[in-house]
Nanobody
Framework: QVQLVESGGGLVQPGGSLRLSCAAS????????MGWYRQAPGKQRELVAR???????NYEDSVKGRFTISRDNAKNTVYLQMNSLKPEDTAVYYC??????????????WGQGTQVTVSS
């Protein structure tokens, strides 16, 4: 079993910053990929940013230059630093980890979601 715990969401004014964290625990042998997705009301869930083994990253176009994804392998934690936030960034943000368990299964795990609201 793998558990993910997210933190760091909240209400912020336009132009402000937030940092999301997602810590994984459980029967983890290795983490292959870590990512952040978001879902706004009435919209489909979309990929925001992803980091894979080796450190390669990719970002959704609207967040390039504003958001930065990073990982702490020792802590099995992924972060999303969000700067210059805009009202259109308002959504529930979910972390996603692709994990190889100690039982050698490959699991696609999701966090519980954290609300990010950008409003004046």
């Amino acid at each position: 079993q793998v558990q993910l715990v997210e933190s760091g969401g909240g209400l912020v004014q336009p132009g402000g910053s937030l940092r999301l964290s997602c810590a994984a625990s459980g029967s983890i042998f290795s983490v292959n990929a870590m990512g952040w997705y978001r879902q706004a009301p009435g919209k489909q869930r979309e990929l925001v940013a992803r980091i894979i083994s080796g450190g390669r990253t990719n970002y959704e176009d609207s967040v390039k230059g504003r958001f930065t994804i990073s990982r702490d392998n020792a802590k099995n934690t992924v972060y999303l630093q969000m700067n210059s936030l805009k009202p259109e960034d308002t959504a529930v943000y979910y972390c996603n980890l692709v994990v190889r368990t100690t039982g050698w299964a490959m699991i696609d795990s999701w966090g519980q979601g954290t609300q990010v609201t950008v409003s004046s």
